[in-house]
């Protein structure tokens, strides 16, 4: 069974620029979820689809970031513009349903200078 | 609201000796389930083990072990026989109803 897949694993942008992330799932799993994970803390939550639909962002930074999950599968999270404190490791996972144990991919390191 | 607290951000251990980290958490669901979820220095977190709140029995997983005492929301991990490669960052989890909500880590280190 082939694993939660991201793109890119480095990115490094200047302020102010934009960057988005990919991310696909196991298949079959209809729930999705984007963390930010700053060095040193633990997961923070930004979204989570159920299929193609939004549980829970509210911890979105709406102003800036965006996400999407297409036809229920890939999903892509977007940051325009960005910002110093998004340095960040962004983490994609997914579940069989909400509650169950999520598989982690191997998360988007951003730099941004 | 619920929370999940790991009071202990480091800890270390000797090979081969055991070891256990705390977790507590506070919510006002009867039905939920936890985790505790590692995540190596090549930063892919995985599972680890995991515990439903209606299961008495404590969860087992060769040599990682829960300790889980519903009444006082108390979810600790005790490894054993600790090798090299248990090396890592160590999350506590919660998963209820409406929130699935990470604890802020112990980051744990195997000495040879």
């Known amino acids: 069974e082939a694993g939660v897949a991201q793109s890119p694993r480095y990115k490094i942008i200047e302020k102010r620029q934009s960057v988005a992330f990919w991310c696909n799932p196991i298949?079959?799993?209809?729930?999705l979820y984007w963390y930010q994970q700053i060095l040193g803390q633990g997961p923070k939550l930004l979204i989570q689809?159920?299929?193609?639909?939004?549980?829970?962002d509210s911890q979105l930074p709406k102003d800036r970031f965006s996400a999407e999950r297409l036809k229920g599968v890939d999903s892509t999270l977007k940051i325009q513009p960005a910002k110093l404190e998004d340095s960040a490791v962004y983490l994609c996972?997914?579940?069989?349903?909400?509650?169950?144990?999520?598989?982690f991919g191997p998360g988007t390191r951003l730099t941004v200078t | 609201a619920q929370t999940v607290t790991q009071s202990q951000p480091e800890m270390s251990v000797q090979e081969a000796e055991t070891v256990t980290l705390s977790c507590t958490y506070d919510?006002?669901?009867?039905?939920?389930?936890l985790f505790w979820y590692k995540q190596p220095p090549s930063r892919q977190m995985i599972l680890v083990i995991r515990?439903?709140?209606?299961?008495?029995q404590n969860a087992t997983e060769n040599r990682f072990s829960v300790n889980f005492q519903k009444a006082a929301k108390s979810f600790s991990l005790k490894i054993s026989d600790s090798q090299l490669g248990d090396t890592a960052m160590y999350f506590c989890?919660?998963?209820?109803?409406?929130?699935?909500?990470f604890g802020t880590g112990t980051r744990l280190k195997v000495l040879a």
């Open positions: 996972a997914s579940s069989q349903r909400g509650a169950y144990e999520q598989y």
């Open positions: 298949s079959g799993h209809a729930t």
């Open positions: 689809f159920q299929n193609n639909g939004v549980v829970d």
């Open positions: 919510t006002s669901e009867n039905n939920y389930y």
């Open positions: 515990q439903e709140a209606y299961k008495q």
């Open positions: 989890a919660f998963s209820g109803t409406y929130k699935y909500i």
